[in-house]
């Protein structure tokens, strides 16, 4: 899998050193872009209808309207797109955040129904895209395209994007709603990435039965061969900092082992051929469980927002070039004496992949809503509208499959292809800008009382307003909660007081009463029994603020 | 300077994508390498001899053999060693984390003397080292070499590396020795590289004294605007983020916006053909001196550890790195036909850079004692001794000059150039093994009470012992402990107790009495009257753990 982009640091190396200061000046203002995206992005941080996703594609866009004037119409980008930047660089450590940062007991107790939507919705859209495609588009004058290309437009539209999405969601009113949007988009992006490199590997020449099969069981391979590889890498992380005590003498170590392992977990999966994208999520996920509570406090607090930093700046990075890229000449140069061509186009596919999405949606939801008895955990209509929605946006995943499909290191000469590409732009930009735009207006609509709440909430102005505690679910039970416990606490600690709150007995009684969460049960029994003496962790120990068995802990691993 | 360095960015976007599966390997290979030298260094930390340095030195070329020998004799590294790589990626947070981390106080208060030893030294010992090897090489057959080459020598051989050094020397009980060998370092660095530059840039064939004057009022433009850029955009993100007040929002923006502006800071001294190396060293002073203090106390600890941890992780890269690169063939085949000429040319260089050096740490040295009236103040003669052997390590700077001097990419076909590449990888690989190895036992030696004092020493054992307070001329009076205090307090936190102890009252009299120090003192009144109001930082108030000031700063900036 895409181990040709990792042949980008061999080379690299072995290249000629030509002396050229535009591209000094290139780098200079891609990282002033990259502050100013920032700054701009603090600054409408309260405004109703932006975020960062498309601050940074606006200004991207800008730019590249700036660096048109100038070169004359020549170019539009100050570096021309790389899908190896992209899966190299960029990806990975989005990913690893990702899974890092989740909110594993929300995570793993709505398990089947992300799984659902995540990998059956995404097979689900993939198909019906693939086929609306094929159907309509070999009917239309747009060059030749093969089955394999049809197929990887499903696999390139599959891909969503819902970080706008995330960012308005309120996780402490509807915990239910933002796990599921936030963990069928992790899940989401490796099944298409995963679904695509099978694509792009099987000769689709004469499909038959047997083929059919050995696909499907391809499929199932890389997916849990990569899942097992990403939690053995992080088990081992934790394994060898829990013997090694590193904290005794510099958590620098501890922070730099974390960083490679997480990196060596990744670059692993793509000498096995296998996701790089699902192992480096689950990854995240173990080295959250168990290595991160095996480390000093510093190294805590460190890595979280370390983790947080890197994936946050490469996402605008990633904006920020989509939205340069756009523009760029060369591509648009075959659409433009059929421009009727390729507005059909991009409409066809916008409303294909509403179609496909709504086609797993609202039968899922259903399927879902019938296996709940309690009336409170059953998706209401309003949140499986804001669910599809969610799944609307087209981001920076697709973009970097479309080129790896249609282009030759950033070039085409084909017309099929071209349109393609530019489809794929136009398709991101829209989706992102308008259907973006529209988001947070569309839940304050369908979800009312969210406003309400976040008003009168005391709890989420304790934490900084982008790591709110969970105090109704999560509350103090499970140790999930606890690296925003974590950070309140390093930022109060002057305070005097320690504000934990509310529904802790709660939670407790929720759990046990809810048999439908037997797996979980029997998981974290398993966990604290076997687990957590080899690979360290906090478990699922009640966090009791001040109480000696914390206190025992903490100086235990601080050894002070 | 090094623009062209920076064209890899550029290219790197450009190229083909191949596919190369044996690239992926050599990244897997050199990622566990990494991961291993820091298992390996862990264990190895309280051994006497080795230090982190020396251990990738070995690891790198153990797995050069390993290399070697699978690859029949073809090559020995798993990637080719290149100065972008170095000048672009590695360099940077290593001398940032330096400026970062230096405790400002005694730097600034020593600062003079500093720059007598990086500045005036390094020039004297590059003057050495230069009409040396041109003396002696011209009488020997070791192919053509320019005036420039000669000239070059001496800058690639003034650049030291204290990196052993300072892993051995005691912060607590010798902080006029500890800040004196480490400032030197810094200034060091970036006088060869300035010095290098300044000699690339210059038609040497024919000097005169207009020539020489030009020269001289080059370096001191490089010096100076490379000194204010740094400050200047250190400032700017001082004043950004305390006038915006991003902790409001978001922990991440603050982290990501100091570290995009640090790297911001170096791609403009690239830019404007600068020192990137005193700019970014610079940048680091100020942050840590203002825009530290304005971010959130999460931010704090995180730029602190992720900036160290960066620094670290190149730092073994690097000296990984060279131990590989040590053995490759290309280099010693030119060499193999004449051992004893590349062995004379190596001992004759050690020789000389010893001589250089001595010539210039005593005579300064005896200069400053003159200075100085306090008996405590007065460099000792083993003092002196330290200091010089501190000096005599040569590192990756070197070897990144000596490439971009002798080679092209990485490759030469010239006699004399090939056996300067071998002398110095050499002198490298010999130093930092030989020198490296006993400058434990020689500083035990010279400075015997140091062992007990670290036994004796309580205060020392509170934080990790990369992080030692300063409790005897740092205690609290100063801002310079912060980071450290900041480090111990998150990890003691759930001890109740602050350990803040001895000698508060001490260093404020010891700094009142001492009248040299009115520079410092000045620039501390200046400082609190003028700079912190603009741009923040805690300045040098005393600090009172606990105190309602105290409080009060950290409340309002994490707006709790």
């Known amino acids: 899998m895409l181990s040709q982009s990792s042949s980008l640091f061999y080379s690299k190396m072995d290249m000629l050193s030509t002396s050229d200061h535009a591209s000094v000046v290139s780098m200079n203002l891609f990282v002033a872009l990259l502050c100013g995206c920032i700054v701009i992005g603090h600054l409408l941080e309260e405004n109703r209808w932006m975020n960062e996703s498309i601050t940074a ?121 933002y796990s599921l949007v936030f963990g069928e988009g992790v899940v989401n992006d490796a099944t298409s990435v995963v679904l695509f490199n099978a694509i792009q590997n099987f000769d689709l020449t004469n499909i038959d039965h047997r083929i059919a099969i050995q696909f499907s069981g391809n499929f199932l391979y890389l997916f849990f061969a990569s899942t097992m590889l990403g939690a053995m890498t992080g088990l081992l992380s934790a394994y060898v900092i829990k013997k090694l005590y590193f904290g005794r003498h510099s958590t620098d170590r501890e922070v730099a082992l974390m960083m490679l392992m997480a990196y060596l977990s990744y670059m692993l999966a793509e000498l096995f051929y296998l996701s790089g994208i699902l192992t480096v999520f689950f990854c995240g996920i173990v080295m959250s469980h168990y290595t991160w509570h095996n480390v000093t406090e510093s190294s805590r607090v460190t890595t979280k927002h370390a983790f947080a930093t890197l994936s946050f700046v490469a996402e605008i990075f990633l904006f920020l070039y989509v939205g340069m890229d756009a523009l760029d000449i060369e591509k648009w140069r075959f659409v433009s004496d059929s421009p009727g061509t390729s507005v059909a186009v991009s409409s066809i596919l916008l409303g294909l992949l509403m179609v496909g999405r709504a086609a797993f949606v609202f039968p899922l939801s259903l399927l879902i809503n019938f296996s709940k008895k309690s009336h409170s955990e059953k998706i209401t209509f309003n949140q499986q509208i804001v669910i599809w929605w969610a799944g609307l946006m087209r981001g920076a995943v697709s973009m970097a499959l479309a080129y790896n499909q249609f282009t030759r290191s950033g070039h085409t000469q084909l017309r099929g292809n071209a349109i393609m590409i530019t489809s794929t732009i136009t398709i991101v930009l829209f989706s992102t800008m308008v259907f973006g735009l529209l988001t947070k207006p569309l839940i304050l609509f369908l979800l009312p009382h969210s406003k309400h709440f976040n008003s009168a909430s005391t709890v989420s102005d304790l934490g900084s307003p982008k790591s709110l505690s969970l105090p109704l679910l999560d509350g103090g039970q499970d140790s999930e909660a606890d690296m925003d416990n974590q950070d309140e606490a390093v930022n109060n600690r002057y305070e005097g007081t320690h504000n934990r709150t509310i529904a802790r007995p709660g939670s407790l009684r929720m759990l046990l009463n809810a048999p439908t969460h037997t797996v979980h049960y029997y998981w974290r029994k398993f966990d604290d029994s076997f687990m957590r003496p080899v690979f360290g962790g906090r478990g699922f120990v009640p966090y009791v603020p001040g109480s000696p068995i914390e206190q025992n802990t903490d100086n235990l691993l601080d050894r002070t």
Chains 1, 2 share one sequence.
């Open 57 to 177: 594609l606006l200004i991207g866009l800008c730019t590249g309207v700036v660096i048109l004037l100038i070169s004359g119409g020549k170019s539009s980008h100050l570096l021309v797109f790389s899908e190896d930047l992209f899966f190299i660089y960029l990806l990975p450590p989005i990913i690893f955040n990702a899974g890092f940062q989740v909110k594993k007991k929300q995570f793993f107790r709505n398990f089947i129904t992300i799984i659902m939507f995540g990998a059956i919705g995404t097979l689900g859209s993939f198909s019906v895209v693939s086929l609306g495609a094929m159907t309509i588009f070999k009917k239309m004058d747009i060059g030749s395209l093969e089955l394999g290309d049809y197929l990887a437009i499903g696999a390139i539209f599959a891909a969503t994007d819902s970080v706008c999405t995330l960012q308005v969601l309120n996780q402490d009113e509807t915990p239910l709603l």
